[in-house]
């Protein structure tokens, strides 16, 4: 039986925190990213770039009975969708292993494009003939924590107006997910929401509150369909799932962001409000 787990993404956000994870727990892992860390001592990798081809697959997926499957693009639509094009191709060329994949709540329903890149993903998984297993989680804290340091550059404040989210701990996510990558194959299994539904403005003013700094707040109504989904809740859970770390939890502990030269002075504009996990 093939013990070793495969990593995608595994020098990003998610990707990083499961190879730890898994690493932590003994078993045998192998991370996969486009340029592998130098470090010594970090462990087996392999080199490929899932949305340019196949070239390295094989080899990465040598002796690998299961993959986590964490590697995104969000700078277009079918960057997600090409490459797990690519990695199903190479599965099953090589041992067929078992795929995790880690979606978002509400892909099925939400317009913002990025999402349904996610979905397409998700029906490909099911379509190719191998065993997975798909875990949908809301957007990270990290994700707004980063959008309201941008926006609090600003001498107001602008917060999607009567929008509510469900943020949870990258952390927490990541050891759903290497959980479920040392189980059976299960399929579709049940959404992780964070363990809050909390509004953009109850969350920019815990994030004003950590930081010390004193702004007003502009709730923004957006016009446009991916605005309205969020205002609707398209992508929330039924409820929040108790047991991981709030928000406030998570700024509390949270390291400072680094905000690029570029992005210090965002314009307000429908991107710069389109929440990517």
């Not at 609090?152 to 701990?169: K, Y």
Request: net charge positive.
């Amino acid at each position: 039986m093939n013990e070793t787990i495969l990593v995608t993404g595994a020098t990003g956000n998610l990707g990083g925190h499961v190879l730890a994870r898994l690493q932590a727990a003994g078993r045998g892992v192998r991370g996969l990213s486009r340029r592998p860390p130098a470090e010594p001592g970090a462990g087996e990798w392999s080199a490929a770039d899932l949305s340019a081809g196949s070239a390295g697959l094989g080899e990465a997926l040598e002796g690998v009975g299961t993959v986590v499957h964490c590697a995104t693009d969000g700078r277009t639509r079918q960057g997600d969708v090409q490459a797990a094009r690519n990695l199903v191709a190479a599965a099953l060329r090589g041992g067929r292993p078992h795929i995790v994949y880690v979606s978002i709540i509400g892909v099925d329903r939400h317009p913002l494009a990025y999402y349904r890149a996610k979905h397409e993903v998700e029906q490909l998984l099911e379509a190719s003939g191998l065993l997975y297993t798909i875990l949908r989680a809301a957007q990270f804290h990290d994700m707004l924590h980063f959008a309201l340091s941008r926006a609090a550059r600003l001498p107001v404040l602008p917060v999607l107006a009567r929008t509510s989210f469900q943020t949870v701990d990258t952390a927490h996510v990541a050891s759903r997910t290497a959980e479920l990558a040392v189980d059976e194959p299960r399929g579709r299994v049940a959404d992780l929401p964070g363990p809050q539904t909390l509004t953009m403005a109850e969350m920019a003013r815990a994030h004003l509150r950590a930081s010390g700094t004193r702004r007003p707040l502009l709730p923004v109504l957006l016009p446009g369909r991916v605005p309205r989904a969020y205002r609707e809740g398209l992508h929330l859970a039924p409820g929040p799932v108790p047991g991981s770390r709030t928000f406030e939890d998570f700024l509390a502990g949270a390291p400072a962001v680094r905000v690029p030269a570029a992005a210090r002075k965002p314009r307000l504009r429908a991107e710069h409000s389109r929440p990517r996990p």
